[in-house]
């Protein structure tokens, strides 16, 4: 284990010094998407390579090369969809794999990458302050150290406690090592909105058990309401700044989609009950934990929770998704365009420029997910396009629910699914600081209008 964790510091810290230098044969820098983008791309080989290896499978099972690069994929874009059944396949060497891989892509490349130079060097400078910031899509204004000591508390404590928590329930059916191992593993795919399970079949069999459902539940939540919510909140009850209208928007919002979601739950899906029907709810937010067989989900069922997992989590946080913010301010902009008014949220108008980024993140969103489901449409034409839509919007939101489409799917189908995934977990800050930077270098041209509708 110790050989593992060295591998990964060595070739994180050999990373960091190949991509994020400043050379003077270089002067041109690499943008901070695409740099965040090449170091996810880094540990996803690597954890390929480790999850291939004989040693992280159990006796007298073989995993191919692409079912491991779909894992290690899925791991670091705390995703969950899986070709294989990871309780059947990975030894215990292979799930702490995992398991890290999961708690790596979780907190973000560039938090482990800046906490290994703080560790390393004992100081943070500029350049990875900003690399920082960039990858949680905080502003200037946010202290390097303190959001890196946020994000690393923030995710300790609560894991901790979810790890307690369960253990007082799996210690009751099984032994104490493999009790604690559980609990552990759960407690850390459950925050980092992963939802890789060691029981085959997910929350199925504790679906009778409010403890883990509501523990479950309750990390998938916190992990979702990312870390700049996290920062605002300490900076609040330290030195009594207000809340900022981004954390009044991630909590309105993220409690209502959670409210509607268990009230359409319980009247759709037939013979849930109140805490399934909120568990429901609240995997769909790109946590990919179920208690209720997916499969048996009527087309209501499957309607609602493509539009809860497109939707997703919060900015900076380790869910995937449009995000809860783009969604907000996306109809809060349609509707003041209705009115003929300005958008505004709490006593705060929206900027203009927030407001363009929400539509084209939803825009793009949109055109992906409906290419790869034609792509998939052609290529594993056995599946009805309701379960491939399903199955490309769970891998693009990094949620991981399935309908039984992804352990089925062809190699094709794997490569579309591994890509939607990367592109869920790190394309947009690609995308969207390409498309900040080059606004100011773009000719200007005369305005015309265009007729709409």
């Avoid at 010094?17 to 880094?42: C, E, H, V, W």
């Avoid at 352990?407 to 990367?422: A, D, N, Q, T, Y």
């Amino acid at each position: 284990m110790q050989y593992f964790l060295n591998t990964i510091a060595n070739s994180l810290s050999k990373n960091i010094t190949l991509i994020y230098s400043d050379t003077m044969s270089n002067r041109k820098k690499l943008q901070p998407g695409l740099k965040l983008a090449l170091g996810f791309m880094l540990l996803i080989a690597i954890g390929t390579l480790l999850l291939y290896l004989p040693v992280s499978h159990q006796d007298g099972v073989d995993v191919s090369l692409i079912d491991a690069l779909f894992v290690s994929t899925s791991a670091i874009c705390v995703t969950g969809l899986t070709p294989v059944d990871i309780s059947q396949t990975l030894s215990v060497f292979g799930s702490t794999v995992l398991m890290l891989l999961i708690q790596i892509g979780g907190l973000g490349y560039a938090v482990v990458a800046v906490l290994i130079i703080r560790l390393a060097s004992g100081r943070i400078d500029a350049f990875s302050g900003s690399l920082l910031r960039d990858s949680l899509g905080a502003d200037h204004r946010v202290g390097t150290r303190r959001i890196l000591f946020v994000a690393l508390t923030v995710t300790g404590v609560i894991e901790a406690i979810g790890s307690v928590l369960l253990f007082t329930v799996f210690s009751q059916h099984f032994p104490l090592g493999r009790a604690i191992y559980l609990s552990v593993f759960h407690s850390v795919s459950a925050f980092n909105n992963a939802g890789f399970d060691l029981f085959s079949d997910s929350m199925m069999k504790w679906n009778d058990n409010p403890l883990v459902l509501i523990t479950i539940a309750s990390l998938i939540a916190l992990g979702g309401l990312g870390f700049i919510l996290y920062n605002d909140l300490a900076e609040h009850i330290r030195h009594r700044k207000k809340i900022t209208v981004h954390t009044k928007i991630v909590l309105s919002t993220t409690f209502f989609l959670i409210l509607i979601g268990t009230l359409l739950f319980r009247f759709i899906l037939p013979g849930i009950d109140w805490k399934n029907a909120f568990f429901q709810s609240v995997t769909t937010r790109t946590a990919g934990y179920f208690s209720y067989d997916q499969t048996a989900l009527p087309p209501a069922g499957v309607a609602l929770t493509v539009i809860l997992m497109f939707i997703g989590a919060s900015p900076g946080s380790t869910g995937g998704g449009v995000k809860t913010t783009s969604f907000f301010t996306a109809v809060k902009a349609s509707f003041s365009l209705l009115l003929g008014k300005n958008p505004k949220a709490f006593k705060r108008e929206i900027s203009s420029e927030s407001v363009m980024k929400a539509f084209f993140v939803i825009i793009i969103s949109v055109l992906l997910v409906a290419a790869a489901t034609l792509i998939l449409t052609i290529t594993d034409p056995d599946f009805t396009s309701d379960r491939l839509l399903y199955e490309v919007v769970s891998a693009y939101a990094t949620v991981g629910l399935t309908m039984g489409v992804t352990p089925s799917v062809s190699i094709p189908g794997k490569i579309v699914l591994i890509i939607m995934m990367f592109l869920g977990r790190v394309g947009f800050m690609t995308i969207i600081s390409a498309f900040a930077r080059r606004r100011s270098e773009s000719a200007r041209y005369i305005e015309e209008k265009v007729i709409i509708g």
